[in-house]
């Protein structure tokens, strides 16, 4: 029997080369805006937030210090006029708001603050304001000192803890003032009222912390006669809660440049513009000096003793 050889298998090998094209995502500034601006936002907001509480306790601190020794200068040009026939210790004209006028100390509290001219929010983030056009510190009448209860060092955060025989003393150019706290309550006193020879103080802040919602008063007289008067500025048409609204916007157009610049930052990353490091480098100074001016601008924006 014949034997038929094997036809041989002949394999064909079929190699298809396929044409990849790799579309590379092409990032663009207000794409990248979009994506980000949402959480941006909110970190944003978080973050200034925590400021309020964390953050501005330390720039109140740093005012401090500057008033302190603005308010040492006073005492010392103050001293050098006694006995002089042409000058004279006490001021002859208004304070300007901002200037250190009074060292505040409550010992029940273990506090000790140094005291500026006006009570808007804007003298109130450096510490407690002594009301414009109210009587001056030591001095017949009544004066009010308004500081903060829970931002900016909140330095009357314990105020309602004083009880009625507290002593409270103040210090101004003309010498050191004792009072001793005759009412804590929530009703307004009378700023206007006249309280002969003595000196009336009274400390105001708000209720509750954080909120703003009401007032607290602290109204101490003085142990022993007031000192001579000095000339006050014009009495505000507004409290010391009042908000400056106008402020609002300001505030709102740095949070709005903290947001531009986040997104700035990832848009030069994902663009491969520059390297995350100096894209980031780039961009946090600017949103930190935006944050600390959006603060300054809600302090004056929010109640002022908030």
């Given at each position: ?19 990849v094209t790799v579309q590379r995502r092409v990032h663009t ?130 105020l309602p803890r004083l009880k009625v025989g507290d002593v ?139």
């Amino acid at each position: 029997m014949t034997m038929l050889a094997p036809a041989p298998v002949v394999q064909s090998v079929r190699y298809e080369f396929e044409t990849v094209t790799v579309q590379r995502r092409v990032h663009t500034l207000p794409a990248t805006l979009r994506d980000v601006a949402g959480r941006a936002l909110a970190i944003v907001v978080l973050a200034l937030i925590a400021a309020q509480f964390l953050l501005t306790p330390l720039l109140q601190s740093r005012s401090q210090v500057v008033a302190s020794r603005e308010l040492a200068a006073r005492f010392d040009t103050a001293l050098g006029a006694v006995g002089m026939s042409d000058l004279s210790p006490l001021p002859n004209e208004p304070v300007a708001p901002g200037t250190a006028v009074a060292l505040l100390r409550v010992p029940t509290l273990g506090l000790s603050q140094v005291v500026l001219e006006g009570a808007a929010g804007s003298q109130l983030q450096h510490g407690p304001g002594h009301m414009t056009g109210t009587s001056g510190v030591g001095e017949p009448g009544v004066s009010l000192i308004a500081a903060r209860r829970a931002t900016w060092g909140s330095p009357f955060a314990h105020l309602p803890r004083l009880k009625v025989g507290d002593v409270i003393s103040t210090t101004t150019v003309a010498g050191t003032m004792d009072y001793r706290i005759t009412r804590v309550t929530s009703a307004a006193p009378d700023i206007k009222a006249k309280t002969g020879s003595t000196a009336r103080l009274v400390l105001q802040t708000s209720t509750p912390a954080g909120l703003a919602l009401g007032d607290v008063f602290v109204i101490a007289d003085s142990t022993r006669a007031a000192f001579p008067e000095t000339p006050q500025g014009r009495l505000p048409d507004v409290g010391a809660r009042q908000s400056d609204f106008g402020a609002l916007p300001v505030a709102l157009m740095w949070v709005a440049l903290m947001v531009l610049f986040v997104g700035l930052a990832h848009y030069w990353v994902r663009a491969r513009i520059m390297e995350r490091v100096l894209a980031w480098s780039l961009a946090v100074p600017v949103i930190v000096l935006a944050g600390l001016l959006a603060l300054r601008a809600l302090a004056t924006a929010l109640p002022p003793t908030l």
